[in-house]
């Protein structure tokens, strides 16, 4: 089993930056790959980056491209993901999540945070 606890929510402004964390326990970590996703109200829930967690590559979504980085602290087990230039559309509750691959689609991850509420106003 694999416990995550997201962090670092809050209500900013547009332009601002936020960091995000999401702390890791139970089984080695090593093995799996850490993503991040949101759901926007009324919205489905919708990938926004992933990363291996045993070499550090990263996947995201194209509407966040340039923008945020996901990234990990292993001595931690600790991910991140830093968002800079936010946008009212970014308003969402943000999950990580730890599946064996880096998948863009939700339903292949097996392990969930209680997701961390981002508000971004205009």
């Known amino acids: 089993q694999v416990q995550l606890v997201e962090s670092g929510g809050g209500l900013v402004h547009t332009g601002d930056s936020l960091r995000l964390s999401c702390a890791a326990s139970g089984r080695t970590f090593s093995s799996y790959a850490m993503g991040w996703f949101r759901q926007g109200p009324g919205k489905e829930r919708e990938f926004v980056a992933a990363i291996r967690w045993s070499i550090g590559n990263t996947y995201y ?14 001595a931690k087990n600790t991910g991140y993901l830093q968002m800079n230039s936010l946008k009212p559309e970014d308003t969402a509750v943000y999950y990580c999540a730890a599946a064996g691959g880096m998948y863009s689609d939700y339903v292949r991850y097996d392990y969930w945070g209680q997701g961390t509420q981002v508000t971004v106003s205009s």
């Open 61 to 74: 979504a194209d509407s966040v491209k340039g923008r945020f980085t996901i990234s990990r602290d292993n």
